[in-house]
């Protein structure tokens, strides 16, 4: 036997009978209000899903913003390292290198360019790091040098906030460190970190 309760009073009665003995209610009325109510929790449960997971993402944004490293330091190497700590952070092998002046790393088709290569250059005074040269050599046809420098300069304004230069050198002080972003005299852009204290 196939019950309903009543939408109208809540009485439960058997759903062949077409209105409800107590207040006459149709029992149409009633069975429909059970599937609407069904289809109502379902609505609720994914609106509150999907609102749970925005909150997430944007939550998730926030932190990631808010954690960025906007002291100016390059790759986690702090003004001052010595040049075995440069190079123990940046895995490096020590017998490749003659003397203590600069550490230098090489990387081919940077950030999946092709024929866009990055040179790292970390120099040091007095076993002490002090500045550190990114040199984005351009080689390739499908990459301007104001393309690359348009990029960069994005990058930057986001990490460290706007500068005021209305054209290259770009420069940004930040809390340890002045950047500045301009041309290469060959083909490419170079970027200079530099201790803010020397």
């Given at each position: 036997?196939?019950?309903?309760?009543?939408?109208?009073?809540?009485?439960?009665?058997?759903?062949?009978?077409?209105?409800?003995?107590?207040?006459g209610w149709p029992v149409e009325l009633?069975?429909?209000?059970?599937?609407?109510?069904?289809?109502?929790?379902?609505?609720?449960?994914?609106?509150?899903?999907?609102?749970?997971f925005i909150a997430a993402i944007v939550?998730?944004?926030?932190?990631?913003?808010?954690?960025?490293?906007?002291?100016?330091?390059?790759?986690?190497?702090?003004?001052?390292?010595?040049?075995?700590?440069?190079?123990?952070?940046?895995?490096?092998?020590?017998?490749?290198?003659?003397?203590?002046?600069?550490?230098?790393?090489?990387?081919?088709?940077?950030?999946?360019?092709?024929?866009?290569?990055?040179?790292?250059?970390?120099?040091?005074?007095?076993?002490?790091?002090?500045?550190?040269?990114?040199?984005?050599?351009?080689?390739?046809?499908g990459y301007s040098n104001s393309s690359?420098?348009?990029?960069?300069?994005?990058?930057?304004?986001?990490?460290?906030?706007?500068?005021?230069?209305?054209?290259?050198?770009?420069?940004?002080?930040?809390?340890?460190?002045?950047?500045?972003?301009?041309?290469?005299?060959?083909?490419?852009?170079?970027?200079?970190?530099?201790?803010?204290?020397?």
């Open positions: 036997m196939s019950m309903v309760n009543c939408s109208e009073c809540g009485m439960r009665f058997n759903k062949k009978i077409h209105s409800c003995p107590r207040c009633s069975v429909n209000g059970v599937n609407n109510s069904k289809r109502g929790i379902v609505i609720r449960v994914i609106i509150g899903a999907a609102v749970l939550l998730g944004l926030y932190t990631y913003i808010q954690n960025l490293d906007r002291s100016g330091y390059y790759n986690d190497c702090k003004w001052g390292m010595s040049f075995d700590e440069v190079a123990e952070q940046l895995d490096l092998e020590l017998d490749d290198y003659d003397g203590t002046d600069f550490i230098y790393t090489y990387e081919e088709n940077y950030n999946f360019k092709s024929d866009v290569n990055k040179r790292t250059e970390y120099w040091f005074e007095d076993d002490a790091l002090n500045l550190i040269e990114i040199k984005i050599e351009n080689d390739s046809v690359l420098l348009d990029e960069y300069k994005r990058k930057l304004d986001f990490l460290f906030g706007e500068q005021k230069n209305v054209s290259e050198p770009y420069v940004w002080v930040t809390e340890k460190s002045i950047i500045i972003l301009k041309y290469m005299e060959d083909d490419g852009i170079s970027i200079i970190y530099h201790s803010k204290y020397d």
